[in-house]
């Protein structure tokens, strides 16, 4: 069990150390958050992930004080931090426009935060030039934040939050001003930096992508309340619902009825066709809950479905189809196929041999079989 | 677009810059003139700026006029960017759309009403508690800076509500109490809008004749009244001279406030982008 240290949320008795409490928040009649319950753990790098107005911005802003709760309450280390403003909490932000202070040289907008602490001027030097040095512009102290490019800004901004050894910090969508590839390396130095550091990240993001890559778990919002939290692949591979199946990655579903039910498999009808589908039950998911004749709909992510021109006598599920749309994206196609149940299903298959099309290659109005394995599918209870 | 045309536009355009500042330049050509006649030219000469410098009215109308000017720019200008900070940053803030309403109104307010109001507020105040004494440099003082403020708040507020509040935020998330980072990061914000603001007032102050005249008392009489007075008396060639030299002054004025807005306007740019 030595690898559940760095995985507390998987034990029962660890002590959270950010503990959000029946917090809700609203704008006169709306409700930005709604009535949720949080723990976050020391040094977790944790993603609260949503589309806009899902009230992900409002709960990181209650965390660093900027909104008070309407109800409920926040501990940070144990303390009682609910009604303490801004400038009293062990927590700092990074902003999504980065709100660097324009008429401040790099050095002193990171400075800023350790004179209002009292720190010793010469010990703000030794810890200005050390951060700078961590983020890579020891050479930019002295400019100010408009000689900067957008990464460089990125960087004297997380500089600045992380200078006062927060217990928390914050970060509002912190990369989504970069561009593609900059985001990409921006991801890895993010959390190179705060495996480094130590201290706790809830980053707050709507790029799911940006989520699963940095997190160490996600909580995934709508409408003010969390939809499911766990770690990237949990969510991924057993999303609670619809919502967070088609939010995070793409997937198919197919609405079947349970017909029959063993110790390890279930048997399931889609009912205008009279196909029959088998799926395993894991401990897992909730497909050990559903009983005879109950509706629910079997969850397929795309990758999970295999193509190919002929039959593919190795799955237990098997469909026939005619290909209505390929997209090359280069290390894999995505196809839409026409099934012979009626429904469409989305399928993507890496490009694994270098074709010049005719032939091998599945192309447009290409009759196809697909199929997938009784372990691909997640049932959801409809 | 057809030669014509443009030629055409042309000419309206310089029809209408002529009528603005024709005017104006023969106004300052005139004031070197010899002659004593205001309308017949007798070869050019400076006597009338000389005639202008000697007369002691002008002297003191002129340094009542830049006294007041400067107190009312300073105090406009304080006064402005307290109600400005007010009205962009306090949020829950009752009736703030009715603030923002009454702080423009002396802006559409006809200035023959504003005068005759703060002219009636002073008799009462003079009647009930008996001061101000008498009618002069303070009550004018008082007057201009009730309505340059408008100015200068308006300038302020449209200033803070160009700027997203992250950086007031940043401040207070890194350990900075509301007072400190007024100080800190508001105000270094607002130096260029507050400059502008105080260059706006001090030229509405230097201009004004109408609400000047109202609030005025006797033995206070500002450069704009002195002109006013002396053109009643006749067309004189050293009023041209005068009138030139304002001219200059407030030319100049402007500019520096108009400069002073385009670089925060770019400033502001830079900053959201």
């Known amino acids: 069990m030595t690898q559940d240290a760095s995985y507390p949320w998987r034990q029962p008795d ?4 950010i503990s959000i409490k029946n917090l809700s928040k609203q704008f006169g009649s709306f409700t930005a958050v709604d009535d949720i319950s949080l723990d976050i753990y020391k040094g977790e790098l944790f993603g609260l992930l949503g589309g806009s107005g899902c009230g ?6 209650m965390l660093a004080g900027f909104e008070t709760p309407t109800s409920g309450s926040i501990f940070i280390d144990g303390a009682e931090m609910t009604q303490v403003p801004p400038y009293e909490r062990p927590v700092n932000m990074m902003f999504q426009s980065y709100a660097l202070f324009p008429h401040m040289t790099v050095e002193k907008n990171i400075a800023y935060g350790l004179k209002r602490d009292g720190v010793g001027r010469s010990e703000i030097t030794d810890r200005v030039a050390d951060i700078l040095k961590m983020v890579e512009l020891s050479d930019f102290g002295k400019r100010k934040p408009n000689q900067l490019s957008g990464g460089q800004r990125q960087r004297v901004a997380l500089a600045r939050a992380l200078v006062k050894r927060p217990k928390v910090l914050l970060l509002d969508e912190p990369l989504a001003a970069l561009d593609k590839r900059l985001r990409e390396q921006t991801q890895f130095e993010l959390m190179n930096i705060q495996d480094q550091t130590g201290v706790t990240f809830v980053v707050v993001t709507h790029d799911q992508e940006e989520a699963m890559t ?30 967070i ?14 017909i029959d039910k063993n110790q390890s498999t279930v048997q399931l009808q889609h009912e205008p066709s009279q196909k029959v589908f088998t799926a395993a039950t894991d401990h897992k998911s909730p497909e050990s809950e559903l009983t005879t004749g109950q509706q629910s709909t079997m969850v397929l992510r795309p990758e999970k479905i295999l193509i190919d021109k002929t039959p593919l006598t190795d799955c237990q599920n098997q469909l026939a189809g005619v290909v209505k749309e390929v997209a090359y994206l280069g290390k894999l196609s995505t196809y839409r196929v026409q099934t012979e149940i009626g429904i469409t299903f989305e399928v993507t298959a890496p490009n694994q041999i270098r074709s ?17 394995n009784d372990n691909s599918a997640v049932l959801l209870q409809s | 677009m057809k030669p014509g045309r443009s030629r055409f536009l042309l000419g309206v355009l310089c029809f209408g810059f002529a009528f603005l500042y024709v005017p104006i330049i023969l106004m300052m050509v005139y004031s070197f003139n010899y002659s004593k006649l205001v309308p017949v030219w007798g070869g050019f000469s400076t006597r009338w700026y000389t005639t202008l410098l000697e007369s002691e009215e002008v002297w003191a109308a002129a340094a009542l006029s830049l006294k007041i000017a400067l107190l009312n720019a300073t105090f406009a200008t304080l006064l402005g960017t307290l109600a400005g900070i007010a009205l962009a940053r306090i949020h829950r803030f009752r009736a703030r759309t009715l603030f923002t309403g009454m702080i423009s109104a002396p802006l559409v307010m006809p200035e023959v009403i504003t005068g005759l109001s703060l002219l009636l507020l002073f008799i009462t105040l003079n009647q009930q508690i008996g001061w101000p004494a008498q009618r002069g440099i303070s009550t004018i003082t008082i007057a201009h800076i009730t309505f340059s403020m408008a100015y200068v708040a308006i300038i302020i507020q449209s200033r803070l509500a160009g700027t997203a509040q992250d950086l007031e935020e940043a401040a207070l998330d890194l350990g900075a109490k509301p007072f400190r980072v007024l100080w800190d990061i508001t105000l270094p914000q607002l130096t260029p809008g507050m400059a502008a603001g105080w260059l706006l007032a001090f030229t ?8 000047a005249s109202f609030v005025s008392g006797p033995g206070a009489t500002t450069l704009p009244m002195l002109i006013y007075s002396r053109i009643r008396l006749g067309l004189r060639p050293d009023i041209n001279a005068l009138a030139t030299l304002i001219i200059l002054t407030v030319t100049i004025g402007v500019l520096i406030a108009g400069w002073l807005m385009i670089r925060q306007q770019r400033a502001n740019q830079q900053a959201t982008h």
Do not use: C
């Not at chain 1, 992900?56 to 802003?61: E, G, P, S, V």
């Not at chain 1, 199946?245 to 349970?258: C, D, E, H, K, R």
């Not at chain 1, 010049?356 to 997938?372: N, S």
């Open chain 1, 245 to 258: 199946a088609n939010f995070i990655g793409s997937a198919n579903f197919l609405p079947v009825t349970l």
């Open chain 1, 56 to 61: 992900k911005t409002t709960l990181l802003r």
């Open chain 1, 214 to 243: 940095l997190s160490t778990r996600i909580a995934v919002m709508d409408a003010g309340k969390f939809m499911q939290i766990g770690e990237p692949a949990e969510i991924y591979e057993n999303p609670a619902t619809q919502f």
């Open chain 2, 204 to 211: 509405l102050s230097l201009d004004d004749l109408v609400i």
């Open chain 1, 356 to 372: 010049q099309g005719i032939g091998h290659r599945i192309d447009w109005d290409d009759p196809v079989h697909i199929g997938w």
């Open chain 1, 14 to 17: 660890a002590t959270p150390f």
